[in-house]
Protein backbone atom coordinates (compact mmCIF):
# COMPACT_ATOMS: atom_id res chain seq x y z
CA UNK A 1 0.00 0.00 0.00
CA UNK A 2 1.21 3.56 -1.10
CA UNK A 3 0.08 6.85 0.05
CA UNK A 4 0.85 10.01 -1.41
CA UNK A 5 -0.76 12.92 0.56
CA UNK A 6 -1.17 16.36 -0.95
CA UNK A 7 -3.11 19.75 -0.69
CA UNK A 8 -0.90 21.42 1.96
CA UNK A 9 0.22 25.26 1.80
CA UNK A 10 0.47 28.42 3.16
CA UNK A 11 -3.06 29.71 4.80
CA UNK A 12 -4.13 32.45 7.15
CA UNK A 13 -5.67 32.04 10.59
CA UNK A 14 -9.27 31.35 10.81
CA UNK A 15 -9.05 29.94 7.28
CA UNK A 16 -9.91 26.65 5.50
CA UNK A 17 -7.66 23.78 3.56
CA UNK A 18 -8.31 20.31 2.43
CA UNK A 19 -5.31 17.87 2.45
CA UNK A 20 -6.38 14.54 0.42
CA UNK A 21 -4.26 10.98 0.80
CA UNK A 22 -4.36 8.73 -2.23
CA UNK A 23 -3.55 5.25 -1.78
CA UNK A 24 -2.54 2.12 -4.42
CA UNK A 25 -3.68 -0.77 -3.98
CA UNK A 26 -7.26 -2.05 -4.51
CA UNK A 27 -6.99 -3.73 -0.76
CA UNK A 28 -6.47 -0.64 0.84
CA UNK A 29 -10.12 0.44 0.47
CA UNK A 30 -11.00 -1.86 3.42
CA UNK A 31 -8.18 -0.38 5.10
CA UNK A 32 -8.68 2.12 8.36
CA UNK A 33 -7.35 5.60 7.57
CA UNK A 34 -5.73 8.04 10.31
CA UNK A 35 -4.17 11.71 9.84
CA UNK A 36 -1.58 12.47 12.01
CA UNK A 37 0.33 15.92 12.31
CA UNK A 38 3.98 16.12 13.41
CA UNK A 39 5.51 20.00 14.43
CA UNK A 40 8.55 21.29 14.67
CA UNK A 41 10.26 19.99 17.74
CA UNK A 42 7.33 17.85 18.61
CA UNK A 43 6.24 14.19 18.28
CA UNK A 44 3.47 12.98 16.11
CA UNK A 45 0.15 13.44 17.66
CA UNK A 46 -3.20 12.07 16.03
CA UNK A 47 -5.64 14.38 14.61
CA UNK A 48 -8.67 12.00 12.82
CA UNK A 49 -9.33 8.51 11.65
CA UNK A 50 -12.29 6.92 9.81
CA UNK A 51 -13.35 3.42 9.93
CA UNK A 52 -12.86 1.73 5.97
CA UNK A 53 -16.83 1.67 5.51
CA UNK A 54 -16.85 5.44 7.00
CA UNK A 55 -18.67 4.88 9.32
CA UNK A 56 -16.68 5.45 12.66
CA UNK A 57 -14.52 8.84 12.79
CA UNK A 58 -12.48 9.68 15.55
CA UNK A 59 -11.09 13.15 16.36
CA UNK A 60 -8.45 14.57 18.69
CA UNK A 61 -9.93 16.86 21.28
CA UNK A 62 -7.78 19.72 19.87
CA UNK A 63 -9.72 19.43 16.60
CA UNK A 64 -12.95 18.48 17.06
CA UNK A 65 -15.74 20.90 15.34
CA UNK A 66 -12.93 22.17 13.29
CA UNK A 67 -11.75 19.72 11.84
CA UNK A 68 -13.72 16.78 9.40
CA UNK A 69 -12.39 13.55 8.08
CA UNK A 70 -13.89 11.78 5.01
CA UNK A 71 -13.08 8.93 2.26
CA UNK A 72 -14.36 8.38 -1.14
CA UNK A 73 -13.90 4.49 -1.85
CA UNK A 74 -14.39 4.74 -5.26
CA UNK A 75 -11.82 6.93 -5.51
CA UNK A 76 -9.51 5.45 -2.82
CA UNK A 77 -8.93 8.85 -1.62
CA UNK A 78 -9.62 9.99 2.28
CA UNK A 79 -9.75 13.91 3.16
CA UNK A 80 -9.37 15.90 5.73
CA UNK A 81 -11.06 19.50 5.42
CA UNK A 82 -9.16 21.89 7.83
CA UNK A 83 -11.62 24.99 9.46
CA UNK A 84 -10.70 27.87 11.49
CA UNK A 85 -7.66 26.93 11.17
CA UNK A 86 -5.05 28.20 13.96
CA UNK A 87 -0.96 28.89 13.66
CA UNK A 88 -0.69 26.00 16.42
CA UNK A 89 -2.06 23.63 13.80
CA UNK A 90 1.06 24.58 11.75
CA UNK A 91 2.84 20.92 11.06
CA UNK A 92 3.38 18.40 8.79
CA UNK A 93 0.25 16.46 8.05
CA UNK A 94 0.74 12.51 7.65
CA UNK A 95 -1.98 9.53 6.58
CA UNK A 96 -1.88 6.28 7.28
CA UNK A 97 -3.35 3.69 6.81
CA UNK A 98 -3.71 -0.38 8.14
CA UNK A 99 -5.98 -2.95 7.73
CA UNK A 100 -8.11 -2.50 11.42
CA UNK A 101 -12.02 -2.43 11.87
CA UNK A 102 -11.68 0.55 13.78
CA UNK A 103 -10.64 4.06 13.10
CA UNK A 104 -7.02 3.93 15.47
CA UNK A 105 -5.58 6.83 17.36
CA UNK A 106 -2.25 5.19 17.81
CA UNK A 107 0.47 5.52 15.32
CA UNK A 108 2.07 2.51 15.70
CA UNK A 109 -1.83 0.90 14.89
CA UNK A 110 -0.45 1.37 11.70
CA UNK A 111 1.50 -0.26 9.26
CA UNK A 112 1.59 2.38 6.16
CA UNK A 113 2.43 5.95 5.88
CA UNK A 114 2.48 8.58 3.23
CA UNK A 115 5.60 11.08 3.04
CA UNK A 116 3.67 14.11 4.53
CA UNK A 117 2.14 17.27 3.50
CA UNK A 118 3.27 21.05 4.94
CA UNK A 119 0.58 23.06 6.34
CA UNK A 120 1.97 26.55 7.76
CA UNK A 121 -1.14 28.93 9.36
CA UNK A 122 -0.28 32.38 9.60
CA UNK A 123 -1.52 34.36 11.94
Known amino acids: VQLQASGGGLVQAGGSLRVSCAAS????????KGWFRQAPGKEREFVAA????????SYADSVKGRFTISRDNAKNTVYLQMNSLKPEYTAVYYC?????????????????WGQGTLVTVSS
Open 50 to 57: ISWSGGST
Open 25 to 32: GRTSRNYA
Open 96 to 112: AADRTIYPERLPNEYAY
